[in-house]
């Protein structure tokens, strides 16, 4: 959405040295320095390997030590996040494999050369110098029977594998019923099927969400019955060759259930506990999952789901309303703690695994139970320590954002704060020989807003005792290592770094270009200010107009 302004604004790259430009940056106005406050000037010295080989880790160290991981949905946010967090801090690993896919005519090695060149993996680039030796990619796609993987491969991820991550899913809420199925419930299965070919297995996780069981208000650490038989769904789309019809009757199937998503996870939940016994398998929900929040920088994301997104558009002047209530509690979790805890959880089921049988472990990774903050506090939080202080170049106007909670309402605020100017600036664009946009982004704008407002407007009751307890029970070696204690957790902390992080990583709007930034941000100010005066005023007017012609 707002990114599509930012895509289509790329700027030169800066003349002056790094130096000039944090004295234009870092000012008695702005004292401070971004790097720091993100924490891209505090790596460690470089160590290599052979420092640790002699030296006994912590419990959760040992437990990865010599250990051959597979990894599916590593070229995802939670999956890239991962990848590092196990190189840096679990550097006695044997080897980690990533089930990848031929995308847009990239052939795997290439998709994971492509995976180390984001910004994130810029510390353990300077920390483990040598970290990617022991990844190689697995070629194969999720959505496929037997996922796609030659024998040969699966020979050996059945020989040498210990630990196993799932993560990869589509997440798409409009996704087509059938690519829904083939990859998040079909794909679970052969993760399964895998698994239990796997001889060295200690512990098999697989990620879901929390909102998996969304058609509950109360979501326990348990299983709940889907609205269907998985069964009986995957017997329905894969006898349906039309796919129309498939769209037609999913409303009917969804049964509660507000997208194909959740929809399918739900019944991959119900695969799960039905199709694993004999593994040593967890099931990890993460709530809505956001920027880091420590490691190994502060304010990385790659994504624009969810609030971030919002905070995107607001930023950059392109977002103006949502249908949102915003005095709801909204359950949010840092990527970077998620991480942690999936690691650890991982470490909990090789633990249990004589108990699991056929009720594997359910660990709801959320913040509302322990730390909750209500919408609006946490956008009025960002925006403190953001704005004025890193603004975007890409910004098209001042920071004008009026949610609501009413149908209505929004629909009207939309007309007026989004269709109309949109169509209006177009115009212009088209006639002074630029290329019309906004139209384009708020047709965006709106789609999303429909598939995001049952979760805008609602909030859950999620028990989390199972994630406590397993926090409780790690060693301070590891608690240090794998912080994950939502509870200690500080949205202030998070706030301050989330602005910036949301410039350099996700807008990719690179430091040079922030003392502009500020200058713009301050005219638009001013803009912003003069045009909600005019309007004031043509309003007068107009009630000035309608009392004459009703008293006089």
């Not at 000012?27 to 891209?40: A, H, R």
């Not at 070229?75 to 990848?100: A, D, N, V």
């Not at 679970?188 to 058609?215: D, F, G, P, Q």
């Not at 108990?355 to 609006?376: C, D, H, M, R, T």
């Amino acid at each position: 959405m707002a990114l599509d302004l930012c895509r289509d604004n790329e700027l030169k790259k800066p003349k002056k040295t790094y130096d000039e430009i944090m004295k234009d940056i870092v000012t008695k106005e702005f004292p401070l320095d971004p790097l720091q406050l993100i924490g891209e000037k505090s790596f460690d010295d470089p160590t290599t390997l052979v420092d640790f080989e002699n030296q006994e880790g912590s419990n959760v160290q040992e437990f990865y030590k010599n250990a051959t991981i597979f990894i599916t949905g590593g070229t995802g946010f939670m999956g890239k996040m991962l990848i590092e967090k196990l190189s840096r801090t679990c550097p006695q690993l044997k080897h980690i494999y990533l089930l990848i896919r031929n995308k847009k005519g990239k052939a795997v090695n290439e998709r994971i050369d492509a995976i180390f060149e984001d910004r994130l993996f810029k510390r353990i680039k300077h920390e483990r110098p040598k970290f990617y030796h022991k990844i190689s990619a697995i070629a194969g796609d999720i959505s496929l029977p037997g996922l796609g993987i030659s024998p040969s491969d699966r020979q050996l991820l059945a020989e040498q594998v210990n630990i196993v991550f799932h993560a990869a899913a589509t997440i798409r809420f409009d996704e087509h019923i059938r690519t829904a199925i083939d990859i998040n419930v079909l794909g679970t299965r052969e993760i399964i099927k895998l698994s239990k070919e796997m001889t060295r297995l200690k512990a098999c996780m697989y990620v879901s969400t929390a909102y998996a069981n969304c058609a509950f208000d109360k979501i326990d650490e348990k299983f709940y019955e889907a609205p269907f038989s998985y069964d009986g769904v995957i017997s329905l789309v894969a006898s349906t060759n039309d796919d129309k019809k498939l769209e037609n009757i999913t409303p009917s199937l969804l049964s509660g259930w507000p997208n194909t998503y959740t929809f399918t996870k739900s019944l991959a939940e119900d695969l799960v506990k039905n199709e694993s016994a004999g593994l040593p398998i967890g099931i990890f929900r993460p709530s809505v999952v956001i920027s880091t929040y420590n490691e190994p920088v502060r304010g990385w994301i790659d994504n624009v789901y969810g609030p971030i997104g919002m905070i995107v558009g607001v930023g950059t002047g392109v977002l103006h309303t949502h249908h949102c209530d915003v005095t709801k509690i909204i359950d949010l979790v840092p990527v970077d703690l998620v991480v942690n805890a999936l690691i650890c959880s991982a470490y909990k089921v090789s633990k249990i695994t004589p108990a699991i049988e056929k009720n594997p472990p359910i660990f709801n990774y959320v913040s509302s139970k322990q730390n909750p903050i209500i919408l609006e506090k946490f956008f009025t939080t960002v925006k403190e320590y953001g704005l004025p202080n890193w603004p975007t170049i890409n910004a098209i106007w001042y920071y004008s954002f009026v949610p609501t909670s009413n149908p209505y309402l929004y629909s009207l605020l939309f007309l007026l704060l989004h269709t109309i100017p949109g169509y209006f600036i177009d115009f212009l664009a088209q006639m002074t020989g630029k290329k019309p946009m906004l139209t384009k982004i708020y047709k965006k704008i709106k789609k999303a807003n429909a598939a995001l407002s049952f979760f805008a407007n609602k909030q859950w009751d999620f028990n989390d005792d199972n994630t406590r307890s397993l926090w409780n029970e790690m060693s301070e070696a590891d608690q240090k290592l794998f912080f994950f204690d939502i509870k200690e957790m500080s949205w202030d902390y998070y706030a301050r770094a989330c602005a910036i992080g949301l410039r350099l990583y996700l807008v990719k709007d690179d430091l040079h270009t922030l003392k502009n930034a500020r200058i713009k941000w301050e005219r638009l100010r001013k803009a912003h200010i003069l045009l909600k005066t005019i309007f004031a005023l043509v309003c007068i007017r107009i009630c000035w107009y309608i009392v004459e012609q009703c008293f006089y």
